[in-house]
């Protein structure tokens, strides 16, 4: 019995190379004429210790030469799956021989024969697959077959197949088939390997006559709800960037399930015989679209075959590590700005929607032509009639009459008509329209469709609309960059989809702001959001802020000056383009300040202010970057990034506004100082005094005032019981995060020995502050999450972090050892790089020399790092620690022991280098990554 899969290059076959003569060892007759001859020399069976060495090496022949052929390109990944499954036949037809051989006849014996199910059945097998095998019968098994069964499958096992296997007789089939779904599907596939081919073939006729009693309908069913299962335990979308290959939305499932649908209907054996006007369904494939179906076939059977013999077992996640191996085996190599792995990326997304675009398509097709040609009634609807639609099984479909081809913005058009009644556009319509996409090319930059477009844009629930258009094929036709960004993958674990399937995530935030969707989690956005002027502008910016992503050079400029053609195109106001390109060349200035800067210096605040210029735009820049960050994926948005990004937004809203956020230094101070006055006012006078005397101008810059009262509260406890170390920990429910303080005497390596304890306490710090008293005390302040990104608040974990800042400080603690016992990363992000990176920068702030230190994420690395900046002799006045999956971007202002900026060009370049090293990753004894130690810094 052929399959789907005979869509692809089969060996001998004349379409694909495999068409040479293959470099295994003969035919599959030949192969089992030999085998038999050697488990039965003279007719005789071997010793079954014998015939299980013989068995064993004709198994790991013909793995091995399937192998070396498949690896050496003379055969793709579907035709070594048929190739082995058709030997592998050898070997189960060889066993059931010498066991027939070996069990001598008893009177009554009852025929039976042994079947092929599963995939197995499909006559395709990956390396490292189940074998799923059948006993049949007529009726209940004889004494013989029941012990042929258990002789078999003791054989089986002691080869180390994986074998799923029943044993049924014809009736229990169709029983166990009509209640489980699963047995069903799996029995479509049935295909006789050996033994009674009477039986097989009775039991084809009652499975056949059976089903078309049943009907589609319960099948159909099943498997929606088996695939709706899958998808939300695989990812409901197509374009995560570690893809299920087998079971992930678009895989190889998805295409199986259709064959499964096709088969049951219309008993067709292959794909293409659903091609042309007099095929079963009357046509539901074009021979361009039963092309697709075999290349996307074998192009997953390729993957999958090559992370088998990669992995060595039966993997079929495509994670990051084995991205480039896998690329590199198919022969991805760099091209131009892309690397290899990308390109790879590339046509394996732009498979998965192909098999997307099918599985809306035909699988509704199926289902209609199983049932008849659906009646396309005229709408009650006048508007709908007149614009040139009507209903067919209550959803839109082009009216007689009307074509795509003659008006190709009625492609764009159905789907807003859809949309305003709460419609489903009719797969026969999308079907229609992916076949005919490229006529919408003739309308770019016409008015209609620009109109048409921007309505779906930024109309009702636009991310539904716009994935739909997408995955058709309109969004690319409309405007030419898209296609560039279809499909494309960052090679990084920060963000979770493609570029396309993240701008639409974007575009779909900024609706659930404007719906009030997340007025908790992002209050500011969602209440700025209904004050903008520019709303067009900003869905506009929102679909083209990484339009250039995947060219090189810097995407945002690039993207800014693609804006300058699109929005005219589009049919936006010289206003709107001027609006949308800014808003595009700034896009990650908001984020990248807030998490690399500090916010409490003066010159941040002036220097964004100096940016934005306008009210309007830093409303527009504040809603752009929370839809923007709450797209990237669902571990990157907290409540710690939420505040800071609002705390930012004020500050600069404030200068805009013509106030007093930023006034003279000495100002500030002392009202900072007659603020926190006022809250110790019952605290007696002198103590007062002595406490704000201790601070330096740029610690009363860095809190408000209940935090001041709070740091006077602890230091005055902490001097009246002589406390040589003092650790409190508050947890910041509202900013998902918990705030420690360390009141010690201040020395080298305090700021890198707590860091280091911290990481031993399985803390991952976001942001600190750090300041040395005027009496030399130092008040150093950390803001922590637990590895979730949530507060640090378990109180034993709380009480074992005092501790270990305890015994660091103090010594009894080896920071070095500790470090190295912590848990670390999975092996299969190690595939990502990132190049360390040092950046220094002097003009980024008034006072503080501000150090940028880019690498890979490891434990310790705060550690090492405040190490290296302590050895030059530098003091840290405050870091802002942040990552991107496995990147770490961590941030420092300092000085020297003078209190003066770093501006040297020889000690510039010493630290340079300092930095570099500590950033350094090096292998551990016996695997794993270790880190280079360092000394103590602070």
């Not at 500090?598 to 809603?623: C, G, N």
Request: glycine share 8%; hydrophobic share 45%.
């Amino acid at each position: 019995m052929t399959s789907l899969d005979d869509a692809g290059s089969a060996p001998g076959s004349a379409d694909g190379p495999a068409a040479r003569p293959l470099p295994v060892a003969g035919e599959p007759p030949v192969v089992l004429a030999a085998l038999l001859a050697e488990l039965m020399p003279q007719g005789r069976p071997l010793a079954r210790e014998d015939a299980v060495a013989t068995l064993r090496r004709n198994l790991g022949r013909i793995q091995n030469r399937v192998q070396q052929a498949f690896e050496a390109h003379e055969m793709s990944g579907l035709a070594a799956a048929r190739w082995l499954a058709a030997l592998t036949d050898t070997v189960m037809a060889g066993i059931h021989a010498y066991t027939v051989a070996t069990l001598p006849p008893t009177e009554g014996d009852k025929p039976w024969a042994l079947v092929a199910t599963g995939g197995y059945g499909r006559g395709v097998l990956a390396p490292f697959s189940d074998i799923d095998l059948l006993f049949l019968a007529d009726g209940a098994m004889g004494a013989r077959g029941k012990k042929s069964v258990e002789f078999m499958l003791y054989l089986l096992w002691d080869l180390g197949l994986k074998v799923g296997h029943a044993t049924r007789s014809r009736a229990d089939c169709v029983v166990d088939a009509k209640g489980d779904a699963t047995v069903l599907t799996a029995l479509l596939d049935a295909r006789h390997i050996a033994g009674d081919a009477g039986v097989f073939h009775r039991f084809e006729n009652a499975f056949r006559e059976a089903r078309a009693d049943w009907g589609l309908k319960p099948f159909l069913a099943a498997k929606r709800a088996e695939r709706t299962q899958r998808h939300a335990r695989y990812g409901e979308s197509p374009f995560l960037v570690e893809p299920h290959v087998k079971e992930g939305r678009g895989g190889l499932r998805d295409l199986q399930t259709l064959y499964w649908l096709a088969r049951y209907a219309f008993n067709v054996q292959r794909m293409p015989e659903l091609v042309g006007p007099g095929s079963p369904g009357g046509g539901l494939l074009i021979a361009e679209e039963a092309r697709a179906i075999r290349r996307a076939w074998n192009f997953f059977w390729t993957v999958r075959f090559h992370l088998h013999l990669v992995t060595g077992r039966a993997e079929e996640r495509l994670t990051f590590d084995l991205q480039p191996v896998v690329g590199a085996r198919m022969g991805y190599t760099r091209h131009g700005l892309q690397d290899g792995v990308e390109r790879f990326m590339k046509h394996f997304f732009l498979t998965v929607r192909d098999v997307a675009r099918f599985t809306r398509i035909l699988e509704p097709a199926i289902e209609r032509a199983s049932l008849g040609p659906p009646a396309v009634v005229p709408a009650s609807d006048k508007a709908l009639t007149a614009a040139g639609f009507a209903l067919a099984d209550g959803k839109v479909i082009a009216a007689p009459g009307n074509d795509f081809t003659i008006d190709p913005v009625l492609m764009l058009r159905i789907f807003r008509m859809a949309r305003d009644r709460g419609l489903d556009v009719h797969p026969l319509a999308f079907r229609a329209i992916v076949r005919h996409a490229r006529h919408l090319a003739r309308l770019r930059g016409g008015k209609d469709a620009s109109a048409e477009f921007l309505d779906l844009l930024s109309g009702r629930d636009p991310a539904t609309w716009l994935r739909m258009i997408n995955e058709a094929g309109l969004i690319s036709r409309l405007l030419p960059d898209w296609q560039r960004i279809v499909g494309l993958m960052q090679f990084d674990t920060y963000h979770v989809f493609t570029v396309d399937e993240h701008t639409i995530e974007t575009v779909g935030v900024l609706a659930a702001l404007e719906r009030g969707e997340l007025a908790e989690v992002a209050p500011v956005a969602s209440e700025l959001i209904g004050q903008l002027q520019s709303r067009r502008a900003l869905y506009v910016a929102m679909l083209l802020h990484d339009i250039a992503k995947g060219r090189g050079g810097d995407h945002s400029e690039i993207g800014a000056q693609l804006a300058q053609s699109i929005c005219p195109a589009l049919g936006l106001t010289p206003e709107e383009t001027e609006t949308v390109s800014w808003l595009v060349l700034h896009h990650l200035l908001i984020s990248q300040t807030a998490f690399k800067r500090d916010i409490e210096d003066p010159k941040t605040i002036l220097d964004i202010a100096e940016v934005v210029q306008s009210p309007e735009r830093l409303r527009l820049l504040l809603v752009l970057t929370v839809a923007d960050m709450r797209a990237v994926g669902p571990k990157v948005w907290n409540n710690w990034k939420a505040t800071l990004l609002r705390e930012l937004y004020w500050r600069v809203a404030e200068v805009l506004a013509g106030g007093l956020s930023v006034p003279e230094r000495d100002v500030r101070v002392a009202r900072a100082k007659e603020a926190a006055a006022m809250l110790l006012a019952d605290r007696p006078k002198a103590e007062v005094d002595a406490f704000l005397d201790l601070g330096y101008p740029g610690y009363w810059l860095s809190f408000d005032p209940e935090t001041h009262a709070r740091h006077a509260a602890m230091i005055h406890e902490a001097k009246e019981a002589r406390a040589p170390l003092t650790v409190r920990a508050r947890v910041l429910d509202s900013r998902a995060v918990t705030e420690v303080t360390v009141y010690c005497t201040d020395h080298p390596g305090l700021f890198s020995k707590i860091a280091g304890a911290l990481a031993v306490a399985g803390a991952t710090i976001v942001d600190a502050r750090i300041h040395t008293m005027t009496d030399g005390m130092a008040l150093d302040t950390f803001w922590v999450q637990d590895a979730q990104g949530g507060a640090f608040e378990a109180p034993h974990r709380l009480a074992r972090l005092s501790v270990l800042v305890e015994q660091s400080l103090s010594g009894r603690l080896r920071l070095r050892d500790e470090i190295r016992k912590l848990k670390r990363e999975p092996a299969r992000l190690r595939a990502v790089t990132v190049p360390p990176r040092v950046v220094i920068d002097n003009h980024a702030s008034n006072t503080f020399t501000v150090i940028e230190v880019n690498g890979r994420d490891r434990p310790g690395l705060l550690h090492d790092v405040t190490a290296a900046i302590s050895d030059q002799g530098l003091q840290i006045a405050s870091a802002h620690i942040t990552t991107y999956g496995v990147r770490a971007v961590d941030v420092f202002y300092v000085k020297d022991v003078f209190g003066l900026k770093v501006e040297n060009e020889r000690k510039l370049a010493v630290l340079r280098r300092a930095l570099e090293k500590a950033l350094e990753v090096v292998e551990a004894p016996g695997g794993g990554v270790a880190v280079r130690a360092a000394a103590g810094a602070r």
